[in-house]
């Protein structure tokens, strides 16, 4: 019997895909199950449609990455902060603050867990960061922490 899978199934396939397995085992472990449903041509087309529209939400995420990636890209952030003589910062730069600044000085929101940060920003001075955007779309831009006298 052919079935559409609807989640991973050990030995059989992944989400989606169409298989041939036994008639006893699709009836009554994977579709009772819920892990999968019959492969009529109406099932089928419904998964086929499925899979044209998360193919386009991917393409649209990986191009919104890439305009943000041109925008970040060697970008410079100033960030001022309280520090000591000897260039010690009161505190730290924390991811949630460079993606403030991000918003900021560039007007692009950016998630703070994506970024990269080699070392805590304990001190004035300027560091390259790391962000990606998209499994496929990194960018990278240096940020400047300068002391408010």
Avoid: W
């Avoid at 900021?104 to 390259?128: F, I, P, T, Y």
Wanted: a positive charge; hydrophobic letters at 35%.
């Amino acid at each position: 019997m052919e079935v559409i899978l609807l989640e991973d199934v050990k030995k059989h396939g992944k989400k989606g895909d169409i298989v041939e397995v036994a008639d006893g085992y699709a009836n009554n472990f994977l579709i009772k199950q819920g892990k999968a449903i019959e492969a009529t041509p109406s099932n089928k087309k419904q998964i086929s449609q499925q899979k044209a529209a998360v193919k386009r939400e991917e393409a649209e995420e990986k191009s919104e990455a890439e305009r943000i990636k041109s925008v970040l890209d060697g970008a410079t952030i100033e960030i001022k902060e309280k520090a000591s003589e000897e260039g010690r910062l009161f505190g730290s730069i924390t991811t949630k603050r460079i993606a403030e600044e991000i918003e900021k000085q560039l007007g692009e929101k950016v998630d703070r867990r994506k970024m990269e940060m080699k070392v805590d920003m304990r001190s004035v001075g300027a560091q390259n960061i790391t962000i990606k955007l998209h499994p496929e779309v990194t960018a990278k831009f240096t940020v400047n922490v300068t002391a408010i006298q």
